[in-house]
């Protein structure tokens, strides 16, 4: 029978042993040394001059005096002298002047190594679960860089699934930005966490950018002087067919309506300068083929594109507004004009509405376009039987490229005016053609000494 343990090296006691008890107290002694074992330092290589009974140490590098010798083994203090303990491989010591774990790996003592990979969860300061694998609580979460940058990434299986950043208040969704769905990036908005509004979309192929149901940003406006701000030929009446404010044309049919720009009252107004709106009265008159006419010039900048038109409007009795339309018109000696619908049957109330439609713009493949080619936008007012009758009131109109249409926003007078002069621009007979001070987009011709005729726009 051996004389000691295998593991720890304690002393048995023999067969008809004297003085049995000693080697019964060394075997104790040993396991008060190891059970447990936590001691005051590991870093220190000179036995302190006041050590109380029990206290434990592990010898660091370059041990002097009484631990001469002894470098990584356990030193235990008796009462009398310092008892040593070589350690075996795979054993652990807390060590109190860190508050750490280390591990004898069989040659020297070093950091606990845990294993932290495949966890089922990890929680810090709060409790992970089943779906939030990894939970924290605290004021900031910080992941910052290892000499270099650093990416935060979010991964999906597949295009269909969720790969996104949820922003909560107590538990239910506000806010979301990623790609779900599809690849395209997305950021949205919810008041409830059930009910969700897309405010922008970055298209994953073209990066084109739209800015859907939000309320402080705005997609171009393709129509010139939205806001009637300016009106070179007056502000009205205009009784018959033909342009009255820039940019907007009449077909009056067989009636005499009165065509005026009114200004809004305050409570209705948005912008700081006066804000007006077109009015057409057909009073008693209602016929077939009335129409407000809308020109935006360019067909090759439209040509397969999703296009939405967007208005306030309102009449003095509830109606219909028929149809709103457009024309391809393909220009001198270009094709004929082509024809396709925006929506028919809007329904107008008696206080301002919002409307909102959209129109797919046709291609151009195969059309041949002439001078002059432009998309003609009608807001119908009357087909082939009378329809809108009364008083109906309009502004705020968009067209813009997309299916959802963004807010309005007033442009700047001045600009409307400027941009406007580059199609039409009164002079008097006293001046000669050269003196405009704007050059317009087709050269006009005149002659003769007055009156011109306003009704055109170049």
């Given at each position: 029978?051996?004389d000691?343990?295998?593991?720890?090296?304690l002393?048995?006691?023999?067969?008809a042993?004297?003085?049995?008890?000693v080697?019964?107290n060394?075997?104790?002694?040993?396991?008060?040394?190891?059970?447990q074992?936590s001691?005051?330092?590991?870093?220190?290589?000179?036995p302190p001059?006041?050590?109380a009974?029990?206290?434990?140490?592990i010898?660091?590098?370059?041990?002097?005096?009484?631990?001469?010798?002894?470098?990584?083994?356990?030193?235990?203090?008796?009462?009398?002298?310092?008892?040593?303990?070589?350690?075996?491989?795979?054993w652990?010591?807390?060590?109190?002047?860190q508050?750490?774990?280390?591990?004898?790996?069989?040659?020297?003592?070093?950091?606990?190594?845990?294993?932290?990979?495949?966890?089922?969860?990890?929680?810090?300061n709060?409790?992970?679960?089943?779906?939030?694998k990894?939970a924290?609580?605290a004021?900031?979460t910080?992941?910052?860089?290892d000499?270099g940058?650093?990416q935060?990434?979010?991964?999906?299986?597949a295009?269909?699934?969720?790969?996104?950043?949820?922003?909560?208040?107590?538990?239910?969704?506000?806010?979301?930005?990623?790609?779900?769905?599809d690849?395209?990036?997305?950021?949205?908005v919810?008041?409830?966490?059930s009910?969700w509004?897309?405010?922008?979309?970055?298209?994953?192929?073209?990066?084109?950018?739209?800015?859907?149901?939000?309320?402080?940003?705005a997609?171009?406006?393709?129509?010139?002087?939205?806001a009637?701000?300016?009106?070179?030929?007056?502000?009205g009446?205009?009784?018959?067919?033909?342009?009255?404010?820039?940019?907007?044309?009449?077909?009056?049919?067989?009636?005499?309506?009165?065509?005026?720009?009114?200004?809004?009252?305050?409570?209705?107004?948005?912008?700081a300068?006066n804000?007006y709106?077109?009015r057409?009265?057909?009073t008693?008159?209602?016929?077939?083929y009335q129409?407000?006419?809308?020109?935006?010039?360019?067909?090759?900048?439209?040509?397969?594109?999703?296009?939405?038109?967007?208005?306030?409007?309102?009449?003095?009795?509830?109606?219909t507004?028929p149809?709103?339309y457009?024309?391809?018109?393909?220009?001198s000696?270009?094709?004929?004009?082509?024809?396709?619908?925006?929506?028919?049957?809007?329904?107008?109330?008696?206080?301002?509405?919002?409307?909102?439609?959209t129109?797919?713009?046709?291609?151009?493949?195969?059309?041949?376009?002439?001078?002059?080619?432009?998309?003609?936008?009608?807001i119908?007012?009357?087909?082939?039987?009378?329809?809108?009758?009364?008083?109906?009131d309009?502004r705020?109109?968009?067209?813009?490229?997309?299916t959802?249409?963004?807010?309005?926003?007033?442009?700047d007078?001045?600009?409307?005016?400027?941009?406007?002069?580059?199609?039409?621009?009164?002079?008097?007979?006293?001046?000669?053609i050269?003196?405009?001070?704007?050059?317009?987009?087709?050269?006009?011709?005149?002659?003769?000494?007055?009156?011109?005729?306003?009704?055109a726009?170049l």
């Amino acid at each position: 029978m051996p004389d000691q343990s295998p593991v720890l090296g304690l002393p048995y006691i023999l067969p008809a042993q004297a003085q049995k008890h000693v080697t019964h107290n060394m075997a104790i002694q040993q396991l008060d040394t190891l059970v447990q074992l936590s001691v005051a330092s590991a870093s220190v290589s000179a036995p302190p001059s006041s050590p109380a009974t029990g206290d434990r140490y592990i010898v660091a590098t370059g041990a002097t005096l009484d631990w001469l010798g002894q470098e990584y083994s356990i030193a235990t203090w008796q009462g009398s002298g310092w008892e040593f303990t070589p350690p075996q491989a795979g054993w652990q010591a807390h060590v109190l002047d860190q508050n750490a774990n280390i591990v004898f790996d069989g040659s020297i003592w070093g950091g606990e190594t845990l294993d932290l990979q495949n966890l089922e969860g990890i929680g810090v300061n709060t409790t992970s679960d089943t779906t939030n694998k990894l939970a924290i609580a605290a004021d900031a979460t910080l992941l910052s860089h290892d000499g270099g940058g650093h990416q935060l990434k979010i991964n999906k299986a597949a295009s269909s699934d969720t790969a996104s950043l949820l922003f909560q208040d107590n538990w239910s969704g506000r806010a979301e930005m990623g790609v779900a769905g599809d690849n395209d990036f997305r950021v949205k908005v919810s008041a409830d966490g059930s009910s969700w509004q897309e405010a922008l979309n970055i298209d994953k192929a073209t990066g084109a950018v739209r800015f859907l149901e939000t309320t402080g940003l705005a997609a171009p406006n393709l129509i010139r002087n939205p806001a009637f701000y300016a009106a070179q030929r007056g502000t009205g009446p205009f009784t018959s067919s033909g342009y009255t404010l820039d940019g907007f044309e009449i077909s009056a049919g067989t009636t005499t309506p009165s065509i005026t720009r009114e200004t809004s009252d305050p409570a209705s107004a948005e912008a700081a300068q006066n804000e007006y709106f077109l009015r057409y009265d057909n009073t008693g008159q209602a016929t077939t083929y009335q129409a407000i006419k809308i020109r935006v010039n360019d067909l090759t900048q439209l040509s397969g594109t999703d296009l939405v038109l967007s208005f306030e409007a309102r009449c003095d009795t509830a109606q219909t507004l028929p149809r709103v339309y457009y024309y391809q018109e393909f220009g001198s000696s270009g094709s004929p004009h082509a024809y396709a619908e925006f929506q028919r049957s809007i329904p107008i109330g008696t206080t301002w509405s919002s409307i909102s439609t959209t129109a797919n713009i046709a291609s151009l493949s195969g059309q041949t376009l002439g001078a002059g080619h432009h998309l003609l936008i009608y807001i119908s007012l009357s087909v082939g039987a009378p329809g809108l009758s009364g008083i109906f009131d309009i502004r705020r109109l968009k067209l813009e490229r997309g299916t959802v249409s963004t807010p309005f926003l007033p442009s700047d007078p001045a600009r409307d005016l400027a941009q406007s002069r580059y199609y039409f621009q009164r002079w008097h007979n006293s001046q000669n053609i050269n003196d405009l001070a704007h050059q317009m987009r087709v050269m006009p011709s005149s002659s003769g000494a007055g009156p011109y005729d306003y009704s055109a726009e170049l």
